[in-house]
């Protein structure tokens, strides 16, 4: 097996889907898993392509020239897409997430914002509808987004500095186009942006305070999010990841901080704000500090596994249902006996015994 191989077979690795009674009950809107963590959270990764090669994501040496990405007709249709969002509604639901790869890079996405923007909760609320994206298509898509329903959007965007972030990037892609997609988001309505900056030791730590000063003040909302070993091919170390206390002293020492209420039970990213009421920013320390008492995240990756942990090694073949005939109650029933018997808690465990298990890529399972 060659290297380039590596990522692709782990992502066909299915999971059995459970068996479903013949007469199953309809989804209640409120399903718990065996920790008691509501399914809350639905992320969908509508493309495993991305023009950026992010080197803790995807590091050219493994996504090169002639990596296999998945054909067209491996990814899920939009109408198979809404189908399934319309199902996890049902069992409750309430925020979903497009990301990828690079979400904005399938073509004709805002087709699919509209018909995931028509779908409402079981209290008749509409779905909470928001997009990760590296920003490089927004200066230009932005204001469509929003016109097809899109309420929110977060921007990833690790450096200040341009050589830094190219370097990161490693298509060379510039900062300045970047900002630009971060105000065309926020004129067009898509506010508040939230902006991710992943830390990773030794490569832009020094870009901690330059981002935070640039989005002081702004009405954006900065997060800092520790270096993850996700996948298998982003030669992660424990020794690159910038632990969130750090970055939080490091700011407070310039910029001082007191931590803020959670907006919600479950929040990922733990607030600090401004004491000078420049605004907030958040810490996401999934390495030093795991949540995974709060995850209330399922994710479908691009052709329509069911992954009920970022960390997971396999993931249930939805599309298959999808495809093979069965109709909503089968599918509602099999996503619901799927969360029901969920315990994962990776980052807890997280150890040296962890370190060789199989791990799906994040440009994959969506991040
Ligand atoms: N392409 C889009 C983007 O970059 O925003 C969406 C997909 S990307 C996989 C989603 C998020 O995951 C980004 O904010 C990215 O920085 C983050 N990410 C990717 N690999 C990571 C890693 N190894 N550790 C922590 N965060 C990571
Ligand atoms: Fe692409 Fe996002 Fe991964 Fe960077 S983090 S390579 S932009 S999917
Ligand atoms: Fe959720 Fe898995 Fe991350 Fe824990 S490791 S917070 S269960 S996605």
């Known amino acids: 097996m060659t290297d380039r191989d590596v ?18 009950d309809a989804p209640t809107g409120h ?21 950026f090669r992010c ?16 054909p067209h007709a491996s990814l899920l249709s939009f109408e198979e897409i809404a189908r399934v969002a319309r199902l996890f509604v049902a069992h409750g639901v309430e925020k979903i997430r497009l990301t990828g790869g ?35 298509l927004l200066a230009r898509k932005a204001r ?10 977060t921007v990833s965007l ?36 939230k902006v991710n900056m992943v830390v990773k030791r030794g490569v832009n730590e020094d870009q901690i305070l330059p981002m935070a000063e640039r989005f002081r003040h702004s009405g954006h909302i900065l997060r800092f999010i520790e270096f993850m070993d996700v996948g298998t091919s982003n030669g992660w170390r424990l020794d690159d990841v910038v632990p969130s206390g750090e970055v939080a002293r490091r700011i407070g020492e310039r910029f001082p901080i007191a931590p803020a209420e959670p907006n919600y039970h479950g929040e990922v990213a733990e607030r600090w704000r401004y004491l000078d009421g420049a605004g907030e920013i958040g810490l996401i320390s999934s390495v030093t500090q795991p949540f995974c ?55 807890e465990l997280r ?11 994040m440009s994959y399972i969506g991040g």
């Open 144 to 153: 469509a987004l929003r016109d097809a329903g899109l309420q929110r959007v």
């Open 102 to 136: 690079e979400p904005l890079v399938r073509r004709d996405v805002e087709r699919l914002i509209g018909m995931l923007a028509q779908i409402a909760t079981p209290s008749g609320a509409p779905v909470d509808l928001t997009l990760t994206t590296n920003g490089s």
């Open 293 to 347: 008492g709060g995850c209330t995240r399922a994710r479908l990756s691009t052709e329509g596994k069911l992954y009920t942990c970022l960390f997971a090694g396999s993931g249930y073949d939805l599309r298959a249902l999808l495809r093979g005939g069965r109709d909503d109650a089968h599918i509602a029933a099999a996503i619901g006996a799927i969360w029901r018997a969920r315990d994962d808690r990776y980052s």
């Open 351 to 361: 150890s040296a015994d962890t370190a060789g298990l199989r791990r799906i890529e």
């Open 55 to 70: 080197t803790y994501c995807m590091p050219k040496s493994v996504f090169g020239a002639d990596y296999a990405f998945l």
């Open 158 to 193: 690790d450096a200040l500095d341009d050589t830094v972030f190219r370097a990161m990037n490693d298509v060379g892609f510039p900062v300045a186009d970047v900002l630009a997609g971060i105000d065309a988001a926020a004129e067009a309505g898509l506010r508040p942006v």
């Open 31 to 51: 399903l718990l898993d065996r920790r008691a963590r509501r399914l809350h959270d639905l992320r969908i990764s509508v493309t495993d392509r991305c023009n």
């Open 7 to 24: 990522p692709l077979a782990e992502q066909r690795y299915a999971a059995p889907v459970p068996e479903v009674p013949a007469r199953p």
